[in-house]
C-alpha cells in the first residue's frame, strides 16, 4: 500500500532525514514517533505528494509517485490518502489528541480513555476497510495501539 525507498530531503544544503524506507501493508496500524523537528512533517508531505524528496521513491499502491503529474498525484490523495493535519484550524501547542478532546475538556467530561477509544476504533476500521494508517505521534501512549512503533530520529533513519 505504501511503500519509501531511502528517501533523502533536504533544505538549504541542511538534511532534514536521509535514508528512510518504510513499508504499510493492508490492515496495519504503524505509529511514528519523533521528536518536534526531525522531519515529520516534511516525511508526511513527501508521501501525499505535495513535496518531492531529494532522492528515493514514495509508492502509494505500486505506483511511484515521481512519475505522477500534479494533477495524478492529487487524484492519489483524493482517492486513496486520508489526512488528520494537527496544524490547521487546532491549537498548535497541543496534541492532535489533545486538540480532539478540547471540547470535552471545555465541558469538563474530559476522560483519557475516550481519546485510546477513538485510536482504538480507528485501528479497527483500518482493519476492517483492508487500509492501512500511519499515525506520526510525539505521544507514546498513542503510539502504544499501534502493530508496529517506529522512530524518526534527528539523522531521519527510522528504526524499530
Keep these: 500500500m505504501l511503500e519509501l525507498l531511502t528517501l533523502r ?57 515521481h512519475t505522477l503529474s500534479e494533477s495524478a498525484r492529487a487524484r492519489v490523495r483524493r482517492e486513496h490518502l486520508g489526512f488528520v493535519f494537527q496544524a490547521f484550524h487546532v491549537l498548535p501547542h ?15 467530561r474530559y476522560n483519557d480513555g475516550r481519546v485510546q477509544q477513538v485510536l482504538a476504533a480507528l485501528r479497527q476500521q483500518v482493519r476492517e476497510a483492508g487500509a492501512a494508517c500511519l499515525l506520526v505521534t510525539h505521544s507514546a501512549a498513542a503510539a502504544g495501539l499501534a502493530d508496529r512503533v517506529l522512530r524518526l530520529t534527528g539523522d531521519g533513519i527510522i528504526l524499530p
Aim: proline share 4%.
Design 94 to 108: 497541543l496534541s492532535v489528541a489533545d486538540n480532539v478532546s478540547l471540547p470535552l475538556r471545555l465541558l469538563q
Design 9 to 65: 530531503k533536504a533544505f538549504a544544503n541542511t538534511p532534514v532525514f536521509d535514508g528512510v524506507s518504510l513499508t504499510l501493508k493492508a490492515g496495519e496500524f504503524v505509529a511514528l514517533l519523533g521528536e518536534s523537528g526531525v522531519g515529520k512533517s516534511t516525511l508526511l508531505n513527501c508521501i501525499a505528494g505535495l513535496d518531492e524528496p531529494d532522492e528515493g521513491e514514495v509508492r502509494i499502491n505500486g505506483t511511484a509517485l
